[in-house]
């Protein structure tokens, strides 16, 4: 179906039902206080009544070690993939990256979905390595980031060298639109740099709208009062300072991911969040264009449209019942809804598909784009399936994403291998193993980008396909796929390289080695090869 049959009809209630979304995430590094602020959002969004319903969920992930409790714990996990919460009239979707045991090719999909994200630094620890690979995902689609520096009640770094941090290890540029004042044991509150108002610090701090005390002029006296005359003093050099360093903050900078805006805080305390939150909605973009294989899809279109980014296995084996989170990209969905999934050429109806909030799960009765839906199936839904009211699309940007550790699958019982392929290819359309073929030998290969995927996979190997296999170290730890435009050329790589080769779930050639080091060796040696870090499902 031709791009002149997409009726764009400005659809006024579609268009403010988009205005109104924000979809994000957050990026951090364990312990960097996801959980906390995710709390506090959730607090100012009316989503939770009470501090610690989060976190105490978190404690009890934490203390899962083995497979069965994580299976017991999985409604758990799926209810908090994604929490949807409502801040001045703003409907806003926070999809959860697990980060801890459960970091996953999942974390770096979830961040394929938003429109934006929140990154929380440590102020002692700066950019740490999670942040760090979170990020390289953010860079893919240019995604739009605000960073927030937590933790600003303990001693840290100055806050000019965390921006040096930043801007060195993620190449970013930092401009703050609030400013600290002190930290640790002096820190006083923070300085809004824009609405010239000054917040004052007290541990176990609520924060209430008409909170801040306008400054207008940094001369004011008031300051020595309010914090101490050396403490005034010092805001005034910085505020100096920054004027005459920093760039001003330019929204399309920040839209293009080329700037973030950074606020200072105490998440734990609830303090410097309300202010990160207020610019949250005013410059965090609505659901934006997605691109497909065809053309770009504008959320506006009247026709729904949407894929597939996370699978996850509901809670029940014995029902094999999987629910697959779609992302709406354009139209408005409604309960009883058909759609076309588009991949296997059928229409189906969704007539019970879920919202999580926090707490509980809700059947929904309309959606928007921004907005993502729990599908129920049997299987029948992977990664990067696009359901549409009309043409069949192929959203892009849906990649699987190079694994970084493996292993090699032992088969305990050998009648049993058709039903170990058949086990790990569904886990793999699942998205978080891959399975290798290697050309040379018969075995398989697992890939996960977070180690706890392994034992998850055996587990239910056992449990959902009666296969009892176990796996061991393989010496690997780079992954890329392969493709050239010049077919001689890879033929010839295959042939000279075929013990470093493999096919993944669908057949794709890729190339398998021991380290950095050893992959640069390949590339340097094979420049007409192209090594792929991701891989488009729908491509
Ligand atoms: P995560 O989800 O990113 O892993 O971090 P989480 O929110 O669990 O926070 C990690 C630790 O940092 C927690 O302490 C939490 O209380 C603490 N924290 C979060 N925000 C702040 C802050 O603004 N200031 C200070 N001083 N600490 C903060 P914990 O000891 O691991 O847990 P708990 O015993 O406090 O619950």
């Keep these: ?67 069965l409790s994580i299976e017991q714990e999985r409604g758990i996990s799926v209810s908090s993939s994604v929490m949807k919460f409502n801040y001045k009239n703003y409907e806003i979707n926070l999809l959860d ?54 933790k600003l009640d303990r001693e840290g770094m100055e806050p000019l060298d965390i921006f040096e941090d930043i801007e060195n290890k993620l190449q970013i540029e930092c401009i703050p639109l609030t400013w600290p004042i002190g930290m640790g044991k002096r820190f006083k509150g923070v300085y809004n740099l824009e609405k010239k108002e000054l917040g004052i610090f007290s541990p176990g701090y609520s924060p209430k709208d008409d909170d801040g005390i306008l400054i207008n002029d940094l001369g004011d006296v008031r300051l020595d009062e309010l914090i101490t005359p050396s403490q005034a003093d010092s805001l005034r050099e910085d505020v100096d300072l920054i004027a005459g360093a920093s760039e001003p903050f330019d929204l399309d900078l920040y839209l293009n991911g080329t700037q973030t805006p950074v606020f200072f805080g105490s998440a ?20 934006g264009i997605r691109p497909s294989a065809t053309r770009d899809v504008h959320p506006q279109e009247k026709a ?54 926090a707490q509980e799960r809700s059947n929904i ?6 907005d993502i839906i729990g599908i129920h199936n ?66 398989h290969v697992i890939g996960a980008v977070g180690v706890l995927q392994f034992d998850v996979t055996m587990a239910r190997l056992r449990a959902e396909y009666s296969v009892n296999a176990g796996c061991e170290s393989i010496d690997l730890s780079v992954a890329r796929w392969v493709t050239s435009d010049d077919d001689q050329i890879l033929k ?33 040696e094979w420049p ?7 891989r488009e499902h729908n491509l």
């Design 1 to 67: 179906m031709g791009s002149e049959t997409i009726d764009r009809t400005l659809d006024k209630s579609l268009l403010k039902e988009i205005n109104k979304r924000r979809t994000f995430a957050i990026i951090s590094h364990p312990d960097a206080g996801k959980t906390t602020l995710t709390e506090k959002l959730l607090l100012f969004g009316g989503a939770i009544q009470q501090a610690g319903a989060v976190k105490s969920r978190k404690i009890e992930r934490a203390a899962t070690s083995d497979f």
């Design 97 to 150: 990256t697990p980060g801890h045991k459960d970091f996953s090719e999942d974390t770096y999909r979830v961040l394929t979905a938003v429109d934006c994200a929140v990154m929380i630094i440590d102020n002692a620890k700066g950019v740490e390595p999670q942040t760090q690979k979170l990020m390289e995902v953010c860079r893919m689609r240019n995604t739009p980031i605000i960073t927030f520096i937590n």
């Design 268 to 287: 734990i305390n609830n303090f410097g969040v309300k202010e990160m939150l207020d610019a949250f909605v005013q410059i965090a973009p609505p659901p």
């Design 304 to 357: 729904f449209s949407g894929f597939t980014f996370k699978i996850q296995a509901n809670m029940d084996p014995e029902h094999r019942d999987r629910i697959a989170f779609f992302r709406i990209c354009s139209g408005k969905f409604t309960k009883g809804m058909k759609v076309r999934h588009h991949r296997i050429g059928k229409d189906i109806k969704i007539s019970n598909a879920t919202f999580f909030l």
């Design 365 to 370: 009765e309309e959606a928007y784009p921004g």
């Design 378 to 443: 049997h299987g029948t839904i992977k990664i990067g399936d696009t359901f549409t009211t009309k043409e069949p699309l192929k959203f892009l940007g849906i990649p699987n994403f190079a694994p970084e550790h493996f292993r090699r699958v032992l088969l305990k019982d050998p009648l049993k291998a058709k039903a170990l392929t058949k086990g790990l290819t569904q886990l793999a359309e699942e998205g978080t193993i891959q399975v290798f073929r290697p050309l040379m030998g018969n075995m």
């Design 492 to 524: 010839e790589f295959t042939r000279r390289n075929e013990s470093s080769l493999a096919r993944d779930a669908e057949g794709r050639l890729t190339f398998l080695t021991t380290s950095e080091y050893q992959l640069g060796f390949a590339m340097e």
């Design 528 to 534: 007409k090869i192209q090594f792929h870090k991701t």
